[in-house]
């Protein structure tokens, strides 16, 4: 790594760390495990990049954790948000912060969000263009793609057709079973 003045940094592969940013000028408290993992890191500190091009275009975000292929691979300004899963917050937009993404493929390609959503599932959340904040989307590619609305909590099967309709403050629980136990 070019890394010029940070401290306490971990870079493990080719590329790595702020390798193609050109001239480093600060970053601390950075990991960086895998190849090009935080690749264009300037100045964001306390970022944990583990995987193939994990946080790849972050240049100055902090406490970012992606963990996965090309997990937070455009996270460029963006903070305080978790991608878990491969491609998890893949082409997710710059000034959006405080998200989380578990699943392959998680909040993959989204535009405009203004973060503070949750995403957990294969697919979930994938190609939304959502203005809202306060989402709250599990099960298999739910809420895919949701095209306005925030504070929505959608807990569905494959592609439930209902979350990706919804403008704001709604609660929907689709194709669940409720088990009680009697003791």
Same mark, same amino acid.
């Given at each position: 790594?070019? =890394?010029?003045?940070?401290?306490?940094?971990?870079?493990?592969?080719? #590329?790595?760390?702020?390798?193609?940013?050109?001239?480093?000028?600060?970053?601390?408290? #950075?990991?960086?495990?895998? &190849?090009?993992?935080?690749?264009?890191?300037?100045?964001?500190?306390? =970022?944990?990049?583990?995987?193939?091009?994990?946080?790849?275009? /972050?240049?100055?975000?902090?406490?970012?954790?992606?963990?996965?292929?090309? %997990?937070?691979?455009?996270?460029?300004?963006?903070?305080?948000?978790?991608? $878990?899963?491969?491609?998890?917050?893949?082409? &997710? =937009?710059?000034?959006?912060?405080?998200? $989380?993404? $578990?699943? #392959?493929?998680?909040?993959?390609?989204?535009?405009?969000? @203004?973060?503070?959503?949750?995403? *957990?599932?294969?697919?979930?959340?994938?190609?939304?263009?959502? @203005? +809202?904040?306060? /989402? *709250? %989307? *599990? +099960?298999?590619?739910?809420? &895919?793609?949701?095209?306005?609305?925030? =504070?929505?909590?959608?807990?569905?099967?494959?592609? #439930?057709?209902?979350? @990706?309709?919804? /403008?704001?403050?709604?609660?929907?629980?689709?194709?669940?079973?409720?088990?009680?136990?009697?003791?």
């Amino acid at each position: 790594s070019g =890394n010029q003045t940070g401290a306490r940094n971990v870079a493990v592969g080719r #590329d790595s760390a702020g390798s193609l940013a050109g001239s480093v000028y600060s970053f601390s408290d #950075d990991v960086a495990v895998g &190849y090009r993992a935080l690749a264009y890191l300037q100045t964001g500190g306390s =970022n944990t990049a583990i995987g193939t091009q994990a946080l790849y275009a /972050n240049t100055t975000a902090s406490n970012n954790t992606a963990v996965g292929f090309q %997990a937070g691979y455009s996270l460029q300004t963006s903070s305080s948000n978790v991608a $878990i899963g491969s491609q998890a917050l893949y082409g &997710y =937009n710059n000034s959006s912060s405080g998200s $989380i993404a $578990i699943g #392959d493929g998680a909040m993959y390609s989204v535009n405009h969000a @203004t973060g503070s959503n949750i995403a *957990i599932g294969l697919g979930t959340m994938r190609g939304s263009s959502a @203005t +809202g904040t306060g /989402n *709250i %989307a *599990i +099960g298999q590619a739910v809420m &895919y793609p949701l095209t306005t609305g925030g =504070n929505n909590v959608i807990v569905g099967g494959y592609k #439930d057709r209902k979350s @990706t309709r919804l /403008n704001s403050s709604h609660r929907c629980i689709s194709y669940a079973v409720f088990c009680l136990k009697k003791k």
